[in-house]
């Protein structure tokens, strides 16, 4: 079994009297698009500079890539595209890329080359010659993810990644963040939209008063949703027809249970129950959004 590509147990952070990070403990795999989430104040940033080398840690242990935090071999392996960032406005898109390719230790040739290829694919070719000065905030928000891939690097963290993206944007980063996760990249995703998470994390953190308190595997549901019925004169032909609909179909008395691909499937099953003529009183996605969770953790009740 592959080493975690992070290990951390009981990372501490003090400024002076204040403690911004109580108890970071996590493990993130090879290939796992990993989700961080918290509200302002959690000490997720902290957090994120701490695996980073860019904060050094007042108590606990972590490695990442294999390394103690904070060494330079590994962070050479590493993109990292922050939340607050100021590029060099007289510097064009493609000089931009070239200086972060020379800091990164890559040859002229790999620099040219894979340079081209990242300012493509966040469609970024065109504006290559412009001064990052005429950049809206969208296009520096690509060009820092392209930035961020040019080491090929084998984890990347994003913090905040679509903040400043209109909705083509924020697709094309999640095409992105799938490729990364295909390649067998590993992603550590900082980002308080819920809905990108949800779309492309396949486990999440949530953080609280500096220390993770739960943690939530998102992969399985991207599989489907369970759906849950309750329905009187139910035949078994409305059964089987319903069953149809979906999968691994489970029935307790007038209770219904399976799993469909999405909740466009719900209008169907009750069409499909009226047409059998069962008397339909409820029909619902059986489990929580991503949102519901996470205000239910941050409330500090216990997940169902």
Partial sequence: MEAPVIETHGLRRWFGAKRAVADLSLTVRAGEVFGFLGPNGAGKT??????????????????????????????????????????????????????????????????????????????LTDAAGRRLGTYSKGMAQRLGLAAALLPAPRLVFLDEPTSGLDPLGRMLVRDVIHELRAAGVSVFLNSHLLGEVEATCDRVAFVKQGRVVHEHVLAAE???????????????????????????????????????????????????????????????????TLEQLFLRVMEGERPG
């Fill in 46 to 123: 902290t957090s994120l500079k701490m695996l980073l080398g860019l904060v050094v840690p007042s108590g606990g242990e972590g490695r990442v890539l294999g390394e103690p935090l904070g060494v330079r071999r590994a962070r050479a392996r590493i993109g990292f595209l922050p939340e607050h960032f100021r590029f060099h406005e007289w510097l064009t898109g493609r000089e931009l890329m070239h200086v972060h390719g020379r800091l990164y230790g890559l040859d002229p040739a790999a620099i040219r080359t894979r340079t081209e290829a990242l300012l493509a694919r966040v469609d």
């Fill in 222 to 288: 991207r599989d489907g949703i369970e759906v849950e019925v309750r329905a009187e004169a139910l035949t078994e032909a409305a059964l089987a027809a319903v069953g149809a609909l979906g999968r691994g179909l489970r029935r307790d008395g007038p209770r219904v249970q399976l799993r469909v691909p999405s909740t466009e499937t719900l209008p169907e099953i009750a069409r499909v129950l009226v047409a059998h003529g069962a008397r339909l009183h409820h029909l619902a996605s059986a489990g929580q």
